[in-house]
T-cell receptor, first 112, second 114 residues
Framework: GNSVTQMEGPVTLSEEAFLTINCTYTATGYPSLFWYVQYPGEGLQLLLKATKADDKGSNKGFEATYRKETTSFHLEKGSVQVSDSAVYFCALRSGAGNMLTFGGGTRLMVKP | NAGVTQTPKFQVLKTGQSMTLQCAQDMNHEYMSWYRQDPGMGLRLIHYSVGAGITDQGEVPNGYNVSRSTTEDFPLRLLSAAPSQTSVYFC?????????????FGPGTRLTVT
């Protein structure tokens, strides 16, 4: 079946540091890949997506590239801000009903 | 548009009690789904629906029932609550099957079973 593995947190960074959150996946067929963000007390919001190999998704300074050869979709940001503190979920969509499969989530804490 | 709405926001149940978590969307989306969120496990799919009158099981369906009598509503029923069902529940919807369709999440219901 489908599965998503992402690095465990929490990840603690100082403001303006470089961020990488690793994500790898196992899936049948050709999944679409997503990063969602959850701010404290809120639901999930789509951060970025990529629907085919070598696509790069980007939004709000975050980027991730769909790497089929390494089955990875790592999230990066060049300079994090305190307001980026949240939980980040990697996810894929494939299979029956084309429903989402999520990783365990990575909590990011950015200190001033 | 209100988007995806869920009620209640918080609920405490005793073991064995029943309740229904409500979910509604006003975007005329075909697809709706329920997830539960547990620490370190991400979100896991409970049940989903690809249209009114059609439902199917997800990864963790045991202990939950759903129905979809209208496009707008997708309630989740716990017939006999157990402590293992303590979790945060999210409802989501999207327009259809295509990979380009964005999935919209509700604000969540935090359920505690004692």
């Amino acid at each position: 079946g489908n599965s998503v593995t992402q690095m465990e947190g929490p990840v603690t960074l100082s403001e303006e540091a470089f961020l990488t959150i690793n994500c790898t996946y196992t899936a049948t067929g050709y999944p679409s890949l997503f990063w969602y963000v959850q701010y404290p007390g809120e639901g999930l919001q789509l951060l970025l997506k990529a629907t085919k190999a070598d696509d790069k998704g980007s939004n709000k300074g975050f980027e991730a590239t769909y790497r089929k050869e390494t089955t990875s979709f790592h999230l990066e940001k060049g300079s994090v801000q305190v307001s980026d503190s949240a939980v980040y979920f990697c996810a894929l969509r494939s299979g029956a009903g084309n429903m989402l499969t999520f990783g365990g989530g990575t909590r990011l804490m950015v200190k001033p | 548009n209100a988007g995806v709405t869920q009620t209640p926001k918080f609920q405490v149940l005793k073991t064995g009690q029943s309740m229904t978590l409500q979910c509604a969307q006003d975007m005329n989306h075909e697809y709706m789904s329920w997830y539960r969120q547990d620490p370190g496990m991400g979100l896991r799919l409970i049940h989903y629906s690809v249209g009114a009158g059609i439902t199917d099981q997800g990864e963790v369906p045991n202990g939950y029932n759903v129905s979809r009598s209208t496009t707008e509503d997708f309630p989740l029923r716990l017939l006999s609550a157990a402590p293992s069902q303590t979790s945060v529940y999210f409802c989501a919807s999207r327009p259809g099957h295509g990979s380009d369709y964005e999935q919209y999440f509700g604000p969540g219901t935090r359920l505690t079973v004692t």
